[in-house]
């Protein structure tokens, strides 16, 4: 399945790079966001394939949901995550794709609605790298394990600190990263939440951190994570369907997030 879902990540990572730096249709803009035909056609490229291999699987995407909302597999796609970037020609963008499955039981799935995160793949077509992690086998970059970082010390660490849309979240972010600059090495705001914390299990940063951000940006991201060795930290949000407070983190330092 993994190689599967890798070589449908892959294709949309294709389209993206070979629109990259051209004009793009907007379809929506608004403070703090914009929505490009691209995403859409990324999107319906990501899900005729998983519809044709998986026909039974609902699909929730940032731009279009299908199938039975309450169906045993769920596919949680972004087909471009880091849209702002990718229409301002900054190379720092991916595709993400994740498969959930229903299972009540597992305390990270009782914060999902249900569902734990059993496959994931992030592909960053611009630097040809893609993250892979099926539940149980570990986590692996163009093939290789990865793992999370080994820095136990606050100073040592770099954290990302994303941003949503609302002044409540910017408030909030902008406290925390106003915290972390003092006390970490670096903190960085990159824009493209699935890529960081691709980035934590492959331990090249030691936590993203978020008020609020939806569940296709860091669906493929958990399983990823988990397999690398990290420590995920959610909480639902009410305001927003499929909405969350998310922490990802080495595990091994206190972020008091």
């Not at 004009?23 to 056609?41: F, Y």
């Not at 929730?60 to 995550?81: C, Q, T």
């Not at 734990?116 to 993250?131: A, K």
């Not at 397999?227 to 927003?240: H, K, Q, T």
């Amino acid at each position: 399945m993994i190689e599967t879902v890798s070589s449908i990540a892959r294709e949309a990572g294709k389209l993206l790079r070979g629109g990259f730096g051209q004009s793009q249709k907007v379809n929506q803009a608004e403070l703090h966001d914009i929505k490009l035909q691209m995403d859409v056609d990324c999107q319906r490229l990501i899900e005729g394939r998983l519809r044709a291999a998986y026909p039974s699987h609902s699909i929730i995407g940032e731009e279009e949901s299908h199938g039975d909302p309450n169906a045993k597999f769920r596919w949680v796609v972004d087909p471009l995550d880091g849209t702002v970037n990718y229409s301002y020609g900054i190379p720092h963008f991916c595709v993400s794709i994740a498969l959930q499955r229903r299972n009540p039981s597992s305390p990270l799935a009782r914060e999902l609605g249900g569902y734990e995160s059993v496959v994931g793949v992030i592909y960053d077509p611009m630097r040809d790298e893609l993250f892979a992690a099926e539940r149980g086998k570990g986590a692996f970059m163009n093939g290789r394990p990865i793992r999370v970082s080994a820095r136990a010390r606050m100073e040592e660490a770099i954290v990302t600190v994303g941003f949503s849309k609302s002044e409540e979240t910017i408030r909030r972010g902008m406290e925390h990263l106003q915290k972390m600059i003092r006390k970490v090495r670096k903190t960085r705001m990159m824009g493209a939440a699935a890529l960081d914390i691709a980035y934590v299990a492959a331990g090249r940063i030691e936590a993203y951190m978020e008020f609020s951000v939806r569940l296709w940006d860091i669906a493929a991201g958990i399983v990823i994570a988990e397999e690398a060795g990290g420590m995920i930290r959610l909480e639902p949000l009410g305001d927003a369907p499929h909405a969350f407070k998310a922490m990802v983190s080495n595990g091994k330092i206190d972020f008091g997030f």
